[in-house]
């Protein structure tokens, strides 16, 4: 526990989370394809999943590189808990904010009448890793400094790419009640009790 209240400590104060959002209008969908004009998606099951949707919501998100520079320093000098605990914060530091994020879209949605799903990301569920190419199409990690390689390998290393449907008629909670875990105190469209937040 003294290890991971000093790597807590330590990523607290190396954090920087920054996030990018694009919404952009679906003009086709059908099956395993959506379709937003120049950029066609394939995702396997997302009309079962997701159901009518007339907007996808597409993000990037960051905790910046300086806890990963911080854990190959600590590697370097031979510190292996504190580094493997550091890296371990660093994670939990990044999907907290991709809930975060998630959480907010669904706010902006809900106030325009649209229902917003829970996210997805390339490379999870038979997603195809791949189309994290056609992601940075719909909302390019430039102005928060995130660049993906040809092998779809993100830098800075802790950044995460996301996805969400939205529409009036949109299939929510696909795969976890979003509202148990959503931090909005006084959100009119609230489905569930928030059971555990990521905003404390
Ligand atoms: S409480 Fe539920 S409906 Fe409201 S913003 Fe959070 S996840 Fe969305």
Redesign the pocket.
Known sequence: MALFDEALALGRSLLAPRAVVRWRRVVRAGGDRLETGDVVLDIPDVADHWGAIDHVGAAVITIGDATERRVAELWEARELPLAMMLDSVASGAVESLAEYVN?QL??DG?ALGLR?TNRISPGYARWDVREQFKLFALCPGDPIGVTLSEACYMTPAKSITLLVGAGPAARVDHYFT??AR?W?RD?A???APALRTVHG
């Open positions: 959480d669904c706010q809900e917003v979003q509202c959503c909005m959100c469209y609230r489905r």
